[in-house]
């Protein structure tokens, strides 16, 4: 084989060609670092996350068309591109030139906030409307299910992307015929205001039309080279790696036979994988190009032959059109694989990823292998021996090697069956969340019953997830068939549960967890199935299959069919405001056109700088050992290596934010995994990378190994102090009360997971030992302090920039500092930039979340539900360094009591010290879990008094005047006004009835509703912490310059300075500029977080520009019609300074913990939420229905903004309550570092309908304009969701006679769904002892 040509490729219509080209890059690596072209973002490097998505197009010579598809940039090789063309996010419109509408619409849609993944969103809705210019709102959700947004909980997005649609005002969801934007959930009518005034939050009348042809055009040459494509094999080598593109089967055959161990690569998707993150390696590979053989699509007479070269989108697109034109008794196999190409993954993975790929692999969780295996499949393989045919079965899946390929095999296609009259197909799967997520549990079930006689021919029953493959419940299938012949009734089902419990074994430790629920699974699946085939059998033959009882057919209907649409309701701008006063209206995110545009410059988007290095970090591997020794030979010896700086090179700098003193890098002891070591410094990412792998530490591990609060508590591992609070009289309220109850709630932790992961850039200036650090952070200031303290500096010589930040939600606070100052010590000891960007992984690994909690209480109420007395005890798991953990504990003790009076509670709060990552800041800090324990015991309350939530939530409100615990003046009357409203715009009480009437017909499928206050006090209980400071010139062209404290991490406070400044001084936005936050120009700057940053930086804002107005009044009034630079130059001629700094010195603030009293807040944030879900009781599958949020935010500065934070703050707290949960090995190793494993909220978890709606506008005299910080409140209206799903399954319970106390924590998710839903299946399953194995997993 001769090696071929270049490599030649298109991007954004530019051609590119490589003569050496290494065949281990990808192609995002390659846009960012060699194009230049960092619109393309890096988010997780897996195809979890979207951030990467690009649009590719090839030509097919012999169909003459065009395929356009969305890919994950950071799973293509780029040898796999030779001749398609690569469109990124740049090469479609640019505020320089012209956006294109999928970036106006996106924007002027309020869909960015922190934009670092709006790119990604851009180019998986550019390439739907290359495909589909009027898409379906199905079409829609569908190519944005594999995209992550942590920031906007996607509304915002959908909304944007309705205007596309063919008729955008109607949902396309007409159920009896009715639109459902005029039906209310369960038809109930909606909620109907007087005076509905408010504007929308854009306006679709000046958005640019989509026109299909001032779209790139596909290269000529392309098309030119594909036709004459000559026919000959390329070859690319590279140092390690030789990449071999066959363009025939013949030279495909030969390749293999020479290479018999290469694997021959698809889409990359499961390959790529193996190669990133478990560390195999392939010195050679093969991937046919454009073999047309392997793209075949046969219809014979009784099976469809499908190319294993076809991407599975390829798949399902031919399977929709087959079961259309066959009789659906023939398409059985094909529905089957429908259902799970509907799921499986998100558009890109599918538009990448083979058929045959996907068959090779075996993954244990793979959606279409049991399926294929029951149809009966078979493969066509060849090879230059010649051809044969295999069965797909369980010995193939289980590779058995007298069942499988012969190593110089490939896979040519896959022959899938026509079912027949009598035999029926079906697939399940139950996955944490509902698409884009890995099965916890699939299956594929296939019967083919005699003659219309009921009676067991054939069956077939696979399972994946349940072992090292997929697993074929063989014996059992065989003893059902048997010589007994089963009918098909509910006696065979019953057997065969236990036949099929008895054949798939799942030990108590089998890796994944969740084995009660697996084995759970197993059985219901099988009930679904049987349920299923008796409703087909009733429709084919009522007379002898009378079939089901209706409230049994539940079972079987889909949870996630109606389509989304919301109601945004905001208050009007004062009538009396000047026209140009910006302060209220909706204005769009200022970046956010180059948030879609991909011109938004995050820190690892900086150009490398002359002779730059990466740096990477070593962590430990042990939750609690004594290090013995580290060897760094080997690292050192590989080729790139510039340097590794361990401890010793930092010498005794400790980080000395909180009283605990923490060390760098460890030396002698490590107390978590994920602990930094030491870092590695080489020329490249790649070459750090591998020198890290080759650090060896020993380790001795010590004891006890502390994992669990409860761990914790026993050990008496705590951070001092112990925090209490108390008010009225406990122990006295307790003797005079009717009932005492006493419980527990566990609320898990939360990965922040913001888009953008830690990145830092240091740059030595050369002079005076000056450092710039260009860093993703909250915290400058700080940054600034522990590099200054590390390179033994002044602070003076170390300026920290911030232009913005890809989210942050409290995590890149204190460990970035650390991370930072090591980056910056390495910059400063080898003089010259040093960049340190963490990976998915990595970042999950060392930085820490949100604390889980544990609140035991003690509640004294009276029968009629008034909570007499609480005592509360708060635990949470700090991990092994204090960080934040007492502060998160303060903050969770003083907002505990929510909405409620309680006239005797004492808290207590423990921060616990464990051998966990250090937990950290999270939005809500610490209210979202005391809330929700809180919320909690209320529920219990009202369960034990048997009365609603709702009253006992109503009877415990604080009303009007009234005192907190600790003694601060509180009036609560919008507090009440928005339970109020709340309770009437959900039409609570008429959906409540609708709920219990559904409940009482459905037997399978449950409804709940629940309704929660909020009360969220909004300061940080110091006058230090919130001062802040601004800066603002007016240059002598009458254009402004402002900068502030605050940090841009997605909120939109530089848009609301602007804002602000605009107001102020009377001048459009426009004139108006801002560049970024630094040390250099507002020093000493306060934390960005606590929901305060635009209350403090605005006043400074406003300090600084009333300072200006006042030098410039005489002026101005001299010459009224005057502009800016008039006014500016007349300044100037006459000395008067056009720069100002403006100061707010924090609102007055104190708490004395001793005393128990105190004013630490400044004022409270009020608002409710209520939330409908449905589940399905026997897979615990949910969806949350309908969300209605009322808030009362003051007097708004940016409707638009606000909202965003609102539903934003929302869905990341359904997020934290019903589906992301962290998984720690029983040795403290966290399972859960990648979206692929971490499952946060996306597109199908948005509530179907979303209503939000702002109390008209209140007066605070002391804010900004008395507006209210919103940024972290909306977390805990997620609980609406969490109390939802209780009351859906308390129904289930007391259907099934369950009366007993329900012990739920959080999260709520499927597996705890069910579980709860205890019913004749749950009985069924063996339990293990506990103690009788070691868990996969730890309960944290
Ligand atoms: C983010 C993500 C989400 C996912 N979600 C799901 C999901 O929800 N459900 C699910 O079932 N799967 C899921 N997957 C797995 C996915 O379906 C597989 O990775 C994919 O189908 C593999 O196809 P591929 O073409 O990319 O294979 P490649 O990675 O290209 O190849 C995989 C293997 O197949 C072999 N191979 C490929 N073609 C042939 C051939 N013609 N002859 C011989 N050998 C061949 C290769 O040698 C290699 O060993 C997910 C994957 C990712 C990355
Ligand atoms: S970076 Fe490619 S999918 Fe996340
Ligand atoms: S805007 Fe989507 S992740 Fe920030």
Redesign the pocket.
């Known amino acids: 084989m001769e090696p071929g040509p270049a490599l030649l490729f298109y991007v954004n219509g530019r051609k590119v060609t490589e003569r050496n080209v290494d065949p281990e890059i990808m192609l995002l690596p390659y846009l960012r670092k060699k194009l230049q072209l960092t619109g393309t973002k890096y988010g997780c490097g897996?195809?979890?996350c979207g951030a990467c998505t690009v649009m590719i197009s090839r030509y097919s010579p012999t169909t003459k068309k065009i395929r356009h598809y969305p890919a994950n940039a950071c799973?293509i090789p780029i040898c796999s591109l030779y001749g398609a063309a690569v469109t990124t996010v740049e090469g479609i419109g640019s505020t320089k030139t012209r956006i294109h509408p999928v970036q106006e619409r996106i924007a002027k849609c309020h869909g960015t906030q922190c934009g670092f993944c709006t790119p990604g969103m851009v180019m998986s809705i550019y390439t739907l409307l290359r495909n589909h210019p009027e898409p379906t709102l199905d079409q829609l959700t569908d190519a944005l299910g594999g995209n992550l947004c942590r920031c906007t909980g996607y509304r915002p997005i959908i909304d944007a992307c309705k205007t596309f649609c063919k008729s955008s005002g109607c949902c396309q969801s007409k159920e009896n015929g009715i639109c459902s934007l005029d039906q209310g959930i369960n038809g109930l009518p909606e909620y109907k205001e007087e005076n509905k005034t408010s504007p929308k939050l854009f306006s679709e009348e000046e958005f640019l039309p989509l026109d299909p042809t001032q779209e790139l055009i596909f290269p000529p040459e392309l098309m030119i080279m594909a036709e004459n494509q000559p026919q000959s094999t390329r070859v690319f080598r590279g140092d390690r790696m030789t990449w071999i593109s066959p363009v025939t089967l013949k030279e495909l055959l030969e390749a293999k036979f020479k290479y018999p161990q290469a694997?021959?690569?698809?889409?990359?998707?499961?390959?790529?994988?193996e190669v990133k993150f478990k560390g195999v390696f392939h010195p050679v590979v093969i991937s046919p190009d454009r073999i047309e053989e392997?793209s075949v699509v046969n219809h014979a007479d009784n099976e469809l032959t499908l190319g294993?070269?076809l991407s599975?989108a390829q798949v399902k697109n031919i399977l929709a059109d087959v079961v259309q034109k066959l009789p659906e008794e023939k398409t059985q196999i094909y529905r089957a694989l429908l259902k799970h190409l509907g799921t499986?993954?998100g558009s890109q993975?599918r538009n990448?990823?083979?058929l045959?790929?996907?068959i090779?692999?075996r993954?244990l969780?793979?959606?279409?292998n049991p399926l294929l295996a029951v149809g009966n499949c078979t493969l066509n393989l060849l090879s230059k021996e010649g051809e044969r045919q295999i069965p797909l079965n369980e010995q193939f899946l289980s590779k058995s090697p007298s069942a499988d390929?012969k190593p110089q095999e490939?896979?040519l296609s896959v022959n899938i069956p026509y079912s027949r009259k009598w035999e029926f197909v079906s697939a399940f799967r139950q996955a944490q969340r509902h698409q884009?997520?890995?099965?916890i549990v699939n299956s594929g079930m296939r019967v083919f019953l005699g003659e219309g006689d009921g009676i067991i021919r054939e069956l077939s029953i696979l399972y994946g997830g349940v072992g090292p493959t997929t697993i074929c419940a063989r014996n059992s299938c065989q003893k059902l068939i048997g010589r007994l012949s089963r009918p098909w009734n509910e006696e065979m089902l019953d057997a065969a549960c236990r036949l099929v419990l008895d054949e798939v074994l799942l030990p108590g430790s089998a890796p994944g967890g969740k084995v009660e629920f697996k084995r759970t699974l197993i059985i219901s699946f099988l009930f679904k199935f049987y349920l299923e085939v008796s409703q087909t059998l009733k429709q084919m033959d009522p007379v002898h299959y009378p079939g089901l009882a209706d409230k049994y057919e539940s079972a079987l209907e889909d949870l996630h069919a109606r389509h989304h649409w919301s109601r945004i309701k905001y208050q009007n701008v004062d009538g009396k405001q000047l026209p140009q006063d910006p302060i209220g209206h909706p204005i769009m995110h200022l970046s956010g056109m180059k948030h879609a545009t991909g011109e938004a410059i995050y820190c690892d988007d900086m150009p490398a700088m002359d002779r730059e290095l990466f740096l990477t970090f070593v962590t430990s591997s042990r939750a609690h050992a004594k290090i013995v020794s580290i060897d760094l030979s080997e690292a050192f010896n590989l080729p790139g290596v510039v340097d590794i700086l361990t401890e010793e090179h930092l010498g005794c700098i400790k980080s000395c934010f909180f009283s605990e003193s923490e060390t760098f890098l460890a030396t002698n002891k490590v107390s978590c995994v994920g602990r930094l070591i030491c870092a590695v410094i080489a020329e490249s990412e790649v070459q750090a990378k591998r020198a890290a792998k080759q650090v060896k530490i020993v380790y001795q591990d010590l004891e006890p190994l502390i994992l669990t609060i409860e761990e914790a508590i026993q050990h008496n591992s705590f951070f001092e102090p112990e925090r209490k609070l108390e008010y009225g009289n406990v122990d006295e309220a307790f003797k005079v009360v009717d009932q005492i109850l006493e419980g527990e709630m566990h609320v898990g932790g939360q990965e922040h997971f913001y888009m953008e992961t830690q990145s830092m850039l240091a740059v030595p200036k050369g002079e005076d030992r000056e450092m710039d650090v260009y860093v993703s952070t909250q915290f400058p200031k700080y940054i600034q302090d522990m590099v200054a303290s590390a390179l033994k500096l002044p602070a003076n010589k170390v300026m920290c920039h911030v232009r913005r930040i890809g989210g942050a939600f409290g995590g890149k606070i204190l460990k970035t500092g650390i991370m930072a100052a090591v980056t910056a010590f390495a910059a400063n000891k080898h003089g010259c930039a040093v960049r340190c960007i963490l990976e998915r992984g990595e970042d999950m690994l060392i930085t820490g979340g949100r604390h889980p909690y544990l609140g035991k209480y003690k509640v004294g109420f009276m029968n009629d539900g008034r909570i007499l007395a609480l005592d509360m005890e708060h635990y949470n798991n700090g991990g092994a360094s204090l960080d934040e953990s007492l502060l998160v504990i303060e903050m969770g003790l003083l907002k505990l009591d929510n909405a409620y009076k309680f006239p005797n509670l004492r808290c207590r709060g423990r921060a616990c010290r464990t051998n966990l990552p250090s937990n950290t800041a999270f939005r809500g800090f610490g209210f979202p879990q005391a809330g929700l324990i809180t919320e909690f015991c209320i529920t219990e309350v009202a369960a034990k008094c048997g009365l609603s939530p709702e009253k006992v939530r109503m009877i415990n409100m604080y009303k009007e005047i009234d005192q907190t615990a600790y003694k601060q003046e509180i009036n609560a009357k919008n507090l009440v006004q928005c339970w109020g409203e709340c309770l009437a715009m959900s039409s609570y009480s008429q959906r409540k009835a609708a709920v219990e009437k559904f409940n009482s017909e459905n037997h399978w499928k449950k409804k709940g509703l629940a309704i929660v206050p909020l009360k969220y006090p909004v300061g940080i209980c110091s006058v230090a912490a919130g001062q802040a400071a601004a800066l603002v010139h007016i240059y002598l062209d009458g254009s402004v310059l402002v900068t502030h404290g605050g940090i841009e991490m997605g909120q939109g406070v530089h848009t609301k300075m602007i804002q602000v400044v605009s107001r102020e001084l009377r001048m459009p936005m426009s004139n108006i500029h801002l560049r970024g936050t630094s040390t250099e120009t507002v020093p000493n700057a306060n934390c960005s977080g606590g929901s305060v940053v635009a209350d403090f930086n605005g006043l400074a804002i406003k300090d600084a520009c009333q300072t200006l107005l006042k030098r410039l009044e005489p002026i101005i009034s001299k010459n009224p019609r005057g502009t800016w630079k008039d006014w500016a130059e007349t300044a100037f001629e006459e000395s008067i300074s056009l720069s100002a700094i403006g100061y707010f010195r924090g609102y007055e603030a104190d708490m004395n913990w001793e005393k128990g009293e105190g004013h630490p807040f400044e004022y409270f944030v009020y608002g409710a939420a209520c939330s409908e879900v449905e589940i399905d009781c026997l897979t615990g599958d949910h969806k949350n229905l309908r969300t209605d949020i009322v808030m009362d935010i003051g007097r708004s500065i940016n409707p638009a903004l606000d909202i965003g934070q609102i539903e934003g703050a929302f869905i990341q707290g359904m997020g934290l309550y019903t589906l992301e949960e962290l998984d720690y090995s029983p040795h403290g190793i966290l399972y859960t570092r990648g979206p692929?494993q971490y499952k946060i909220p996306a597109i199908c978890d948005v509530p179907t309908e979303f209503h939000i709606s702002l109390l008209p506008p209140s007066q605070n005299s002391n804010n900004l304009y008395s507006s209210k910080g919103l940024g972290e409140s909306g977390v805990f209206l997620g609980c609406s969701v969490f109390f939802a799903l209780q009351d859906a399954v308390s129904a289930a319970r007391q259907e099934r006679g369950l009366s007993g106390p329900l012990r739920l924590s959080s999260p709520l998710t499927p597996e705890k769904i069910r579980m709860a839903c205890e019913d004749r299946f749950t009985k069924m399953i063996p339990r293990d002892e506990p103690g009788s194995y070691v868990p996969w997993n730890v309960p944290i």
């Open positions: 897996g195809g979890g799973l694997p021959v690569v698809m889409g990359n998707t499961s390959v790529g994988p392997l294993a070269g599975l499986l993954a993975i990448m990823a083979s045959g790929g996907h090779i692999s993954h969780d793979s959606d279409l390929l490939i896979l884009n997520a890995l099965a692929n």
